[in-house]
């Protein structure tokens, strides 16, 4: 006899299709509109973080998505609960990274009416995610969520967000196999394979430059491709520049890389950019932060701009050679290729006189203090450019990513395009859940982490042994140098003289604390406090007027940086 119909309600199917998807890991946050849910969580093995902030929740959901290459999923209840998740949703969007988020909703027979605690998430995320769903039949449960999946895995990844009426979660849902929908989106089907006449046109360009150059974006690494970036490169000898979320895609110490490009790269990169001949734009999105002034971008360059999602290319930049693809099959594609390989020589010599002419710098004494350039130079020493690091937005991201040499891909994890303040901390707890056995330091600033330290509990209750770094200059830092350098130096409301003692905040999460202020006792207490296999907290009283340079000024081109060389 036909086996008898297997009654479960909507939230069992939701349960049950995350575990067809492998999800091992749920970040979120309770409330009555999905109570339901969270009843059928009780019942079944998928791991719930419970973040003390919802803001936290998705932000670990996104560290843990960047560094697993998994989905990240988010469950937050209506109303406040699903809009105190908006900002995150902003930032999973802008940097593309791949996220299922779950919204509770009032029941579909209130909708409308201003019930307790209704809001229009989807109209309010409908700007910034892939895509959203309401769900307003129990039958299209497994539907929903195998597209939600799809979408947000595949292609140039982003959020999706699936809204879930109360009483979808209620309504009973009979079938043998709860999950046995397939995905079927005719509309949604992203290019991954290179036009081959485009590669051919690639190739011939790369034969005939003489100076050409790679720039590499995080699209390498959601494609991982950093194995074929390298022989790529190798393979023409044609130098390397970095986006600030493509870092890590080849080696920091790879002889082809020449640093960060953009506001705060390094002069070498930004001077190759616009001297270059041909520019190779791999996964990058040509943010304003990188180009600086259009007008003087790259103006001698033939551009190749390699990118998953058509509508990036030749959205800022001219390109005449565009290519939709996934970035690994794009570069295997070119490495297939037999044509004669460029002379670079001369090309890599000028820049590699240039990097050692023009490096990054800063001007060290005792009388100054304990700076945030020789904190991050010290904390990539002890840790061999091998930790998996996380940042908020502002001068103490800079300056890691100046600093900081990452020598393995999806070790890097910052918020790049909407510049989160309070997502790193939270992004290194969903990060560790992700490598339990990696080395995870949270480098924030001291107004940053003000925003989500209450996620400490996280640390305290799961024994996560996430190394936070404070580097505490007293001050919204970035928006500080920003009022010196072009407002008069007239610090409207960027200074904070009145902060907690983190030592002691540290200790009520029993967590060890660490204060340093000078550089000797840095050298000493870095080592033993990242070494521990213990959370720990170091609050680095650091020099609130040092600045990141060099810097691309706001209307300027990346030839006019200041700052380039120490005054």
């Known amino acids: 006899m036909p086996a008898a119909p297997k009654q479960l309600d909507g939230a069992d199917v939701l349960i049950e299709t995350l575990k067809k998807h492998q999800v091992e890991v749920v970040f979120g946050y309770p409330g009555g509109a999905v109570l339901p849910i969270y009843?059928?969580?009780?019942?079944?093995?998928?791991?719930?973080?419970?973040?003390?902030?919802?803001?936290?929740?998705?932000?670990?959901?996104?560290?843990?998505?960047?560094?697993?290459?998994?989905?990240?999923?988010?469950?937050?209840?209506?109303?406040?609960?699903?809009?105190?998740?908006?900002?995150?949703?902003?930032?999973?969007?802008?940097?593309?990274?791949?996220?299922?988020?779950?919204?509770?909703?009032?029941?579909?027979?209130?909708?409308?009416?201003?019930?307790?605690?209704?809001?229009?998430?989807?109209?309010?995320?409908?700007?910034?995610?892939?895509?959203?769903?309401?769900?307003?039949?129990?039958?299209?449960?497994?539907?929903?969520?195998?597209?939600?999946?799809?979408?947000?895995?595949?292609?140039?990844?982003?959020?999706?967000?699936?809204d879930i009426p109360k009483n979808m979660a209620t309504g009973l849902f009979v079938s043998t196999d709860s999950t046995s929908h397939e995905v079927n989106l005719p509309g949604y089907q992203p290019t991954t394979t290179p036009n081959f006449l485009q590669i051919q046109k690639a190739a011939q360009a790369i034969s005939t430059a003489k100076q050409p150059l790679i720039l590499a974006g995080a699209g390498v690494l959601f494609a991982k491709a950093s194995d074929q970036l390298a022989a790529f490169a190798e393979k023409y000898q044609i130098p390397v520049t970095n986006t600030l979320l493509g870092l890590g895609s080849i080696k920091g110490d790879h002889e082809l890389f020449l640093g960060m490009a953009g506001m705060h790269g390094t002069y070498t990169a930004n001077m190759a950019i616009q001297t270059c001949d041909l520019l190779i734009n791999v996964g990058a999105r040509f943010d304003d932060r990188?180009?600086?002034?259009?007008?003087?971008?790259?103006?001698?360059?033939?551009?190749?701009?390699?990118?998953?999602?058509?509508?990036?290319?030749?959205?800022?930049?001219?390109?005449?050679?565009?290519?939709?693809?996934?970035?690994?099959?794009?570069?295997?594609?070119?490495?297939?290729?037999?044509?004669?390989?460029?002379?670079?020589?001369?090309?890599?010599?000028?820049?590699?006189?240039?990097?050692?002419?023009?490096?990054?710098?800063?001007?060290?004494?005792?009388?100054?203090?304990?700076?945030?350039?020789?904190?991050?130079?010290l904390v990539h020493e002890y840790t061999n450019g091998d930790a998996v690091v996380t940042t908020d937005v502002g001068q103490h991201q800079m300056w890691t990513a100046q600093y900081y040499k990452f020598n393995h891909p999806h070790n890097w994890v910052t918020s790049g395009g909407l510049g989160t303040m309070g997502f790193g901390f939270p992004a290194a707890i969903g990060a560790q859940l992700a490598k339990p056995d990696a080395k995870v330091i949270s480098v924030v600033g001291d107004a940053g982490f003000q925003m989500t330290l209450q996620e400490l509990s996280?640390?305290?209750?799961?024994?996560?042994?996430?190394?936070?770094?404070?580097?505490?200059?007293?001050?919204?830092?970035?928006?500080?140098?920003?009022?010196?350098?072009?407002?008069?130096?007239?610090?409207?409301?960027?200074?904070?003289?009145?902060?907690?003692?983190?030592?002691?905040?540290?200790?009520?999460?029993?967590?060890?604390?660490?204060?340093?202020?000078?550089?000797?006792?840095?050298?000493?207490?870095?080592?033993?406090?990242?070494?521990?296999?213990?959370?720990?907290?170091?609050?680095?009283?650091?020099?609130?007027?040092?600045?990141?340079?060099?810097?691309?000024?706001?209307?300027?081109?990346?030839?006019?940086?200041?700052?380039?060389?120490?005054?």
Not at 48 to 66: C, F, K, N, T, V
Not at 542 to 559: C, W
């Open 39 to 162: 009843d059928a969580l009780y019942k079944n093995p998928i791991k719930h973080i419970l973040a003390r902030h919802e803001q936290g929740a998705i932000h670990a959901a996104e560290g843990y998505a960047r560094v697993s290459g998994k989905v990240g999923v988010v469950i937050a209840t209506s109303g406040p609960g699903a809009t105190n998740l908006v900002t995150g949703i902003a930032d999973a969007m802008m940097d593309s990274i791949p996220l299922v988020v779950f919204t509770g909703q009032v029941a579909t027979t209130v909708i409308g009416t201003d019930a307790f605690q209704e809001a229009d998430i989807i109209g309010i995320t409908q700007p910034i995610t892939k895509h959203n769903y309401q769900v307003k039949d129990v039958a299209d449960f497994p539907r929903i969520i195998n597209e939600a999946f799809h979408i947000a895995s595949t292609g140039r990844p982003g959020p999706v967000v699936v």
């Open 290 to 377: 990188l180009t600086g002034n259009l007008n003087y971008f790259a103006p001698n360059a033939k551009v190749v701009h390699i990118d998953i999602d058509p509508a990036e290319i030749g959205k800022n930049v001219p390109t005449e050679i565009p290519i939709v693809a996934d970035a690994k099959e794009a570069l295997e594609a070119l490495l297939a290729q037999d044509g004669p390989n460029g002379n670079t020589a001369s090309w890599l010599e000028s820049l590699n006189v240039s990097s050692v002419e023009y490096p990054f710098h800063y001007q060290a004494s005792e009388e100054r203090g304990l700076l945030p350039q020789q904190v991050l130079e």
């Open 458 to 567: 996280l640390l305290q209750e799961l024994r996560i042994p996430v190394k936070i770094i404070i580097l505490n200059n007293q001050a919204l830092g970035m928006v500080r140098q920003w009022q010196e350098t072009f407002h008069g130096e007239r610090f409207s409301q960027s200074l904070i003289p009145v902060q907690p003692d983190f030592v002691k905040l540290a200790e009520a999460y029993d967590i060890k604390g660490y204060k340093i202020e000078t550089y000797e006792d840095a050298k000493v207490q870095l080592e033993e406090a990242l070494a521990s296999d213990e959370p720990v907290l170091i609050d680095c009283r650091v020099v609130q007027k040092e600045s990141v340079y060099p810097m691309v000024a706001p209307g300027k081109g990346l030839h006019e940086m200041i700052g380039v060389k120490p005054e």
